[in-house]
């Protein structure tokens, strides 16, 4: 049997249909925003050393710091949004997005720019909070799409940007960016403001400070090691440190958080099986999706000299990549529809089905723009159902005041999924340079072991989808209750 997720009362009660599209618009748009913050240094990324007057090494950290805050808060905003509302809890990311984009905008240093890059990173905690504000406002028959499109925006936001930062980056000064990024911000703090009610107030409960700061260094460690691994060397003591540190750390925290009364993350729960195998889905989701960001733009941009470059401008290659974050926002109503009458998990089957047969044909198509161009769309459509997918999944199998926390670590394991692909496909692009023509760069076997991984782990997620268990009458009637 279906599980059933109803909506708590809510001083929405009264709200007509018209304001429920009003909430999905600005949750959605404080989430494009947000994701938008993760492509915004690409188009420049090449120049960050002579704009910051720092070596290369250094300026990785202006990525990587991003990369990591969006991991390490999105749990912890997603646990605060329970207890103190999400709402409130989203704002207050939203400024912090502000304040960064403004920092980042006044900021020809690498020290501000890093911190500017880590109050950003920590708005990513905005979309698994809006997912949750949906289960508190929305009424039944338009969870779904609503959860579908807002979900989308992890990619869509990303997708979308990069056109627009290439364009603003080649026309103007770069700190131009990030006057846009912080108009975006302020704009949907005050839409949140205007349009989004306070919902249900949160659960009454201690903050777990020890668990916020395990789980923060824990993470911190293995990131860092896994982000930065392909410059410094997988044996170099550094990776070696970070990596066995910050597994040691997430070991000593999770024995902790299952001890504690008011942990930061209910273990428990996330070890039942359909809370389980839908987080690993999303790691093996989160490296398709990002296999094909570190692929795609290069097999696009390197030149034609190397023999499996297209040749193309950024610009260019970012107008061939930007539909696929299209066909996520409007593979959103068709995922509702099919979520309403299925269930999630066979939509997360047919998205993790679909991202295979988009790496599946790249594999044998890739030597002309319009081909990349029609299997980014297929990739879209995928990601779009299944991004729709997991969070439905999640809400199915947890209390709907633990919906935040749940969801801020579903949104982790996708971080997860993209950060090692980001390592693992980096490398394997790196070791296979040769010059062809006077040019180098990554190899044609090197594509294809990077294209062949993404295959593999879109497989791999459609088995766990497969995997994951039906819910059950007892439950349907335990978390309707609790959502009561």
Known sequence: MRLRITRPSSSLDPATPRSFGAILAVLAYAGLGASFMQTILIPI????????????DDT??????????????????????????????????????????????????LIPMIIARVLQGMAAGVIPLGISILRDVLPR??????????????????????????????????????????????????????????????TPGKVDYLGILGLALGLVGVLVAVSRGGEWGWGDARTLSLLIGGIVILLVWGAYELRVKEPLVDLRVSARAPVLLTNLASVAMGFALFASNVVMPQLLVLPVETGIGLGLTLLGASLVLAPSGLAMLVMSPVAGGVERKHGPKPLLLFGALIIAASYGGALLFHAAAWQLLVLNILLGVGIGLGYAAMPALIMQAVPAN??????????????????????????????????????????????????????????????????????RPEADTAITRSSL
């Open 141 to 202: 028959h338009r969870l779904g799409s609503g959860i579908a499109l807002v979900s989308a925006t992890l990619g869509v936001g990303g997708a979308l940007g990069l056109p627009v930062s290439a364009l603003v980056a080649e026309n103007y000064d770069w700190h131009v960016l990030f006057w846009v990024a912080a108009g975006i911000a302020v704009s949907a703090f005050v839409l949140y403001a205007l349009v989004v009610p306070a919902g249900p107030a949160g």
């Open 45 to 56: 990324q090449s120049r960050l050393p002579a704009l910051l007057h720092a070596s290369s």
């Open 402 to 471: 633990e919906t935040g926390a749940a969801n801020g670590l579903n949104a982790l394991m996708r971080s997860l999924g993209t950060s090692v692909a980001a390592a693992v496909i980096g490398a394997i692009l790196a070791q296979s340079m040769s010059t062809v023509g006077g040019v180098t760069g990554p190899s044609e076997g090197g594509f294809m072991l990077a294209l062949g991984l993404g295959l593999g782990a879109s497989l791999l997620c459609a088995l766990l989808a497969v995997l994951i268990p039906g819910s």
């Open 60 to 109: 990785a950290w202006v990525i990587t710091a991003t990369l990591i805050a969006a991991a390490v808060c999105t749990p912890v905003a997603g646990r605060l949004g329970d207890m103190y509302g999400k709402r409130r809890v989203a704002m207050a990311l939203l400024l912090l997005q502000a304040v960064g984009a403004v920092l980042a905008a006044l900021s020809n240093a």
